[in-house]
């Protein structure tokens, strides 16, 4: 499984992103990450195959959505509200499996991240 992550960008606190994360085939639970400068890899959100069932991490909820089109193979992050500590490179990942994960060991496949910069 092939995953390609977009729509990164520069962007001033209080604003909006939205990521999408595109598989070259249907996949299982999906999630994103992020990775700060200096910081080690932070889970963001995941989803389950479906769509049905999503997780977050406390520090994202109530600002982060996941959601995925199945028919196009495709996960997104809407991210609003966005603060300087947002700032990273968020990576998405899909399972071989089923069962959401906040543990980035348990993914299998990785895309290659896009930058998000928030300014104050």
Known sequence: ???QASGGGLVQAGGSLRLSCAASERTFSM??????????????AAISG??????????????????????????????NSLKP????????????VCGMSRTWEE???????TQVTVSS
């Open 107 to 113: 993914y299998d496949y990785w895309g290659q991240g």
């Open 31 to 44: 999630g994103w990450f992020r990775q700060a400068p200096g910081k080690e890899r932070e889970f963001v």
């Open 50 to 79: 479906f769509g049905g069932s999503t997780i977050y991490a406390d520090s994202v909820k109530g600002r982060f959505t996941i959601s995925r089109d199945n028919a196009k193979n495709t996960v997104y992050l809407q991210i």
């Open 1 to 3: 499984v092939q995953l």
């Open 85 to 96: 500590e947002d700032t990273a490179v968020y990576y998405c990942a899909a399972k071989r």
